[in-house]
């Protein structure tokens, strides 16, 4: 009775596991951009990982534009509204955001993955920033991010373009327009610099 029990629910377990659907790869969720507008501004903060109490540096605002949806990931551009020509690339999916760009006219580079943890609103991960210097790049930063939504961004792309290369040069000119930052003896500022001044002060 107990061996016929067992096997029933042996083949019971088996036709559950048959028939459940599985699935390659997780949905997306193109959280960093919202639906009602193409272009969102998020706040980024800079906390030094070489120090055990995470000393806060430098906080940027990014504006995410969207652009292609390549397989599981949303794809798009982003640039800085607070740092001058700071621009790059991103993809996302689920939650998880991954970003590469440039600052000092490709001289400089970052790189940030972060994920959502507070319902398309508040994001954390690491933000790494370095220069390149002819053998294995000179290593700016090291740290913590956070990431805060702000809202909609101040420029929003034409609805009128819809060539993603326009695009692309609409927000380059963008980036452009945001302030070149300095530290108090005139030199140039990284973006996550803990040294830089306020914007508005050289």
């Given at each position: ?7 029933a629910l042996l083949a019971l377990c088996s036709a559950l596991f ?66 001058y020509r700071w621009i790059g690339r991103w993809r996302q999916e ?81 980036a452009e327009l945001a302030p070149r930052r300095v530290r108090a ?18």
């Amino acid at each position: 009775m107990k061996k016929n029990s067992l096997s029933a629910l042996l083949a019971l377990c088996s036709a559950l596991f048959i028939s459940t659907p599985s699935y390659a790869a997780p949905q997306h969720f193109p959280a960093v951009d919202q639906a009602s507008s193409p272009a969102t501004l998020w706040r980024v903060t800079f906390y030094d990982d070489t120090a055990n109490n995470h000393t806060q540096w430098a906080t940027q605002d990014i504006c995410f534009l969207q652009g292609p949806v390549q397989g599981s990931n949303t794809t798009g551009i982003w640039y800085s509204t607070t740092y001058y020509r700071w621009i790059g690339r991103w993809r996302q999916e689920g939650d998880q955001v991954k970003m590469t760009g440039n600052f000092w006219t490709d001289r400089g580079n970052d790189a940030m993955s972060w994920e959502i943890a507070v319902v398309d609103r508040e994001g954390h991960g690491h933000w790494d920033e370095w220069v390149d210097n002819g053998t294995y790049g000179a290593w700016l930063a090291k740290g913590n991010a956070k990431f805060v939504k702000l809202g909609t961004c101040a420029w929003q792309p034409p609805i009128t373009v819809t060539v993603w290369a326009e695009i692309e040069r609409l927000v380059l000119q963008q980036a452009e327009l945001a302030p070149r930052r300095v530290r108090a003896d005139g030199t140039d500022a990284y973006p996550s610099d803990r040294l830089q001044l306020p914007q508005g002060n050289k």
